[in-house]
């Protein structure tokens, strides 16, 4: 396995000096870590100029009322605020509730993190950021999955702890490899990966499916599956194939991949999940366009429809 960034900046040859290698890896990490900087202070930059504005646009439209007016409008701000808020308030406690029960009769699916090792710090930032937005979107399903992080520790737990609420997330953060979360329901394993022959045709809610964690995965070819085999598991592939084909990279990402689970858990159709999912430019020509043309044909069948019930609609006003 490679080094970590600060194992790197350890390394010295010989005379003390730093290695050529562990000097690469620092000035690397240093120019992301500048760009990471530069790029946080643009976006506050951003949102004080916006709110700004917000707030100039607020005083001049109230400026140019009267009294009765001013306080009709405030008014009329502050409930729609109030509306808001209770708003949010009943989908975060719907959200709770989803998430809640999702601990017990929900599908488990786990995120390996035990390859930090083989990623660089951006490619680690990368990957705490699909797990933000799988969270996010497991959050927003009616049946939510019961979400697992295992082998979360070192830069990968540092760089997720810096998430805003991360420690309130109702998600299992285990610091163990799954192997040891789950030693004692070993046989329901299930590791996802390309590399398998065997072909994913349903989800057994028994069973526990692992996504490996892991960024560039081209760089890494066949990592997944042998992790599978020297650890005994189960290992299954994504029905892809039966449904379209693949141009370019075939590697999804993280988020993709548990997207596509979690789709597939509310409508038991793998091809829609797959057509939801998938971006376009990762798909064949010809299968976006078979795509297009079902959808076209879909949208001029539900206007041919609706043209009918308007006909009959008119009809049956004349007649009156």
Same mark, same amino acid.
């Given at each position: +396995?490679?080094?970590?960034?600060?194992? *790197?900046?350890?390394? $010295? $040859?010989?005379?003390?000096?730093?290695?050529?290698?562990?000097q690469k890896k620092l000035l690397k990490q240093e120019k992301y870590q500048a760009k990471k900087?530069?790029?946080?202070?643009?976006? /506050?930059?951003?949102?004080?100029?916006?709110?700004?504005?917000?707030?100039?646009?607020?005083?001049?439209?109230? *400026?140019?009322?009267?009294?009765?007016?001013?306080?009709?409008?405030?008014g009329s701000r502050r409930g729609a605020k109030k509306e808001r808020v209770e708003k949010q308030?009943?989908?975060?406690?719907?959200?709770?509730? #989803?998430?809640?029960?999702?601990?017990?009769?929900?599908?488990?699916?786990?995120?390996?993190?035990?390859?930090?090792?083989?990623? $660089?710090?951006?490619?680690?930032?990368?990957?705490?950021?699909?797990?933000?937005?799988?969270?996010?979107?497991?959050?927003?399903?009616?049946?939510?999955?019961?979400?697992?992080?295992?082998?979360?520790?070192?830069?990968?737990?540092?760089?997720?702890?810096?998430?805003?609420?991360?420690?309130?997330?109702?998600?299992?953060?285990?610091?163990?490899?799954?192997?040891?979360?789950?030693?004692? #329901?070993?046989?329901?394993?299930?590791?996802?990966?390309?590399?398998?022959?065997?072909?994913?045709?349903? +989800?057994?809610?028994? /069973?526990?499916?692992?996504?490996?964690?892991?960024?560039?995965?081209?760089?890494?070819?066949?990592?997944?599956?042998?992790?599978?085999?020297?650890?005994?598991?189960?290992? *299954?592939?994504?029905?892809?194939?039966?449904?379209?084909?693949?141009?370019?990279?075939?590697?999804?990402?993280?988020?993709?991949?548990?997207?596509?689970?979690?789709?597939?858990?509310? $409508?038991?159709?793998?091809?829609?999940?797959?057509? /939801?999912?998938?971006?376009?430019?990762?798909?064949?020509?010809?299968?976006?366009?078979?795509?297009?043309?079902?959808?076209?044909?879909?949208?001029?069948?539900?206007?041919?429809?609706?043209?009918?019930?308007?006909?009959? #609609?008119v009809e049956s006003c004349s007649n009156g």
């Open positions: +396995m490679m080094a970590t960034t600060a194992e *790197a900046a350890r390394t $010295t $040859t010989g005379d003390g000096a730093m290695s050529k290698r562990a900087a530069q790029k946080k202070a643009l976006v /506050k930059e951003q949102k004080k100029k916006e709110g700004e504005r917000k707030r100039k646009e607020w005083e001049e439209k109230v *400026a140019g009322l009267s009294e009765e007016e001013r306080e009709k409008l405030i308030l009943e989908e975060r406690e719907n959200k709770f509730k #989803r998430l809640t029960e999702a601990k017990t009769k929900g599908q488990n699916i786990v995120v390996d993190l035990e390859f930090s090792d083989l990623m $660089t710090p951006s490619e680690i930032n990368s990957l705490v950021q699909q797990i933000m937005y799988c969270y996010a979107m497991n959050g927003r399903c009616s049946s939510p999955g019961h979400l697992w992080l295992t082998g979360c520790h070192g830069e990968m737990e540092i760089q997720l702890q810096r998430l805003p609420g991360f420690d309130k997330w109702i998600i299992e953060k285990e610091n163990r490899p799954y192997v040891e979360a789950f030693q004692d #329901r070993k046989e329901h394993l299930v590791y996802l990966t390309a590399d398998s022959e065997n072909i994913l045709e349903e +989800m057994d809610p028994t /069973k526990i499916y692992i996504v490996g964690g892991l960024v560039d995965r081209n760089r890494w070819k066949g990592v997944t599956m042998k992790k599978a085999e020297e650890q005994g598991i189960q290992t *299954a592939k994504l029905p892809i194939g039966n449904y379209l084909k693949m141009s370019g990279s075939k590697v999804l990402t993280v988020n993709q991949v548990i997207e596509i689970l979690l789709k597939f858990l509310e $409508t038991r159709d793998w091809k829609a999940s797959f057509f /939801k999912v998938i971006p376009q430019r990762k798909r064949c020509e010809a299968d976006s366009e078979k795509q297009k043309v079902d959808s076209d044909r879909e949208d001029n069948e539900e206007n041919a429809d609706q043209l009918k019930k308007k006909k009959k #609609r």
